[in-house]
């Protein structure tokens, strides 16, 4: 079975939640090709695709591959396409049962970002139309307006096209070229929902958004149903609620005790909204160093927190505050992590944020050094393997294996490390990476496609 996934914004971030996901559901999986915005997969088993939509915070499409093309040359889709398109293949492969007025998209994800296409989507959205219309058929085409090729989530939503047609989905490289069909694509609604419709929310100290919650979550192991995750910083209680959500029981604690009225509030509010049983979460007015008094009963499965990100800063602090900053911060941590040794078994981990400043458009000053952790018998788990990273140069994991989230108006990005207890596993992916995989299923292979008149535009 192959599937493409298209990637969030921090696509390394999205990317690693997926492998730790696939890991947990026993998917093994061949990548066929990965760019930053989609992977394309080949899986050993057929995936549900709306089970695993939902469990993903980081994957915006999950997409049916149905054919594979091998390319000559830098030909255009539109080109390798040309007769792959026909009134039975749209109706019978791509288009969901709906008996009113069909409505369909094209979406084109390029392999190669040097390469751009001029109106690609377009093109072959406009055959496929007029193939329609030859049959008498009624059908409106959504295009992503230019210069994108691709339809946004909120567009495939808005227009209905999964329950009213399809989207139909490109994936072109230099070599080969997918074509898929999309089969889920992500609810930002209910993220939204569950980011801003929460009744304590404090924009002062900072909430970690839903999704990121999620990621961190997923990247933190393995967890059986009603196993206990903690937030000893849990603020308003955004990690808890996701942990709740996941089917997990969350026992939160701040040392701020208007968060955790915030967090008992906002976890009641959600537990109504989402159907979450009762006696799901617990929450203690604690320090996190001393969080272990109050945990004589709970066995913590794993730790996923955001921590504290120092004081609030209206612009990019001096080096003199961010080293006093993080110096306190290490101090604090330090503490902490003794704590955590008291109750988390050899093996869990401590999936946790801890704050990079933006000292440039792409550089972030972090953290001086992780001591508070690995002097305390903490590894830093990779979070994408060395073989993986390798051959994607794209990925971002930063020297120290973390991935940054960072958003355009903040001053202080996230840094987010999986820390486990005890030495580290070689946790090396059951991944084999078959980049534009030699062999096809495809049964359509266009033998005859002219690579000489084909040219891109790389402006
Ligand atoms: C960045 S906020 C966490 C926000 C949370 N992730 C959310 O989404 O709502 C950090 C929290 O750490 C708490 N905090 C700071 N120092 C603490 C300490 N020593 N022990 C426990 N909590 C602490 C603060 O009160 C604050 O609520």
Not at 98 to 119: A, H, M, W
């Amino acid at each position: 079975m192959q599937y493409a996934f298209i990637l969030g914004r921090v696509y390394t971030l999205s990317l690693a939640e997926l492998i730790a996901v696939f890991k947990i559901m026993g998917v093994e999986f061949k990548i066929l090709a990965c760019a930053p915005e989609v992977i394309v997969l080949e899986t050993n088993k057929a995936l549900d695709v709306k089970i695993l939509q939902a469990r993903l915070g980081g994957v915006i499409k999950i997409i049916k591959i149905l054919d594979i093309f091998q390319k000559k040359g830098k030909e255009y889709p539109s080109q390798v396409l040309e007769t792959y398109f026909n009134f039975k293949r749209i109706n019978k492969d791509f288009f969901t049962e709906y008996s009113g007025k069909k409505q369909f998209g094209v979406s084109i994800y390029n392999l190669d970002p040097t390469v751009r296409f001029k109106e690609e989507a377009q093109r072959i959205a406009f055959f496929i139309k007029k193939i329609l219309q030859d049959e008498s058929q009624s059908v409106r085409a959504v295009i992503a307006q230019f210069p994108s090729q691709a339809l946004s989530s909120v567009l495939v939503n808005e227009n209905h096209l999964l329950t009213k047609g399809a989207e139909i989905v490109i994936i072109s490289g230099n070599q080969k070229l997918f074509v898929g069909k999309t089969m889920t694509v992500q609810n930002y609604e209910d993220y939204g929902r569950r980011d801003y419709q929460r009744p304590a929310r404090d924009e002062r100290t900072g909430m970690v958004p839903p999704k990121v919650a999620q990621i961190m979550i997923n990247l933190a192991g393995n967890f059986k149903p009603l196993d206990y995750i903690l937030d000893p910083f849990c603020g308003s209680g955004t990690i808890l609620q996701e942990a709740t959500l996941m089917g997990y029981r969350a026992v939160g604690s701040d040392l701020d005790k208007k968060a955790v009225e915030n967090s008992e509030i906002n976890l009641e509010w959600f537990r109504n909204r989402y159907h979450v049983a009762p006696g799901r979460y617990k929450l203690f007015h604690s320090h996190a160093a001393e969080i272990s008094l109050q945990l004589p009963n709970y066995k913590i499965s794993a730790v996923v927190t955001e921590g504290t990100l120092g004081p609030i800063y209206g612009k990019v602090p001096k080096k003199p505050e961010m080293v006093a900053n993080f110096k306190g911060l290490s101090k604090l941590y330090d503490q902490v992590f003794k704590e955590f040794a008291k109750f988390l078994s050899p093996g869990s981990r401590v999936v946790m944020c801890l704050p990079a400043y933006k000292v440039g458009h792409v550089d972030y000053a972090y953290m001086p050094d992780l001591d508070f952790a690995t002097q305390n018998g903490y590894t830093v788990q990779a979070p994408i393997s060395s073989e993986i990273k390798t051959k994607y140069k794209f990925l971002k994991v930063t020297e120290r294996n973390s991935i940054v989230y960072d958003r355009k108006d903040q001053i202080v990005a996230r840094e987010i490390i999986i820390f486990q207890n005890g030495p580290s596993v070689d946790e090396s992916e059951p991944a084999s990476l078959v980049e534009e995989a030699q062999n096809t299923n495809s049964e359509t292979a266009l033998a005859d496609v002219s690579s000489s008149k084909a040219e891109s535009d790389n402006t």
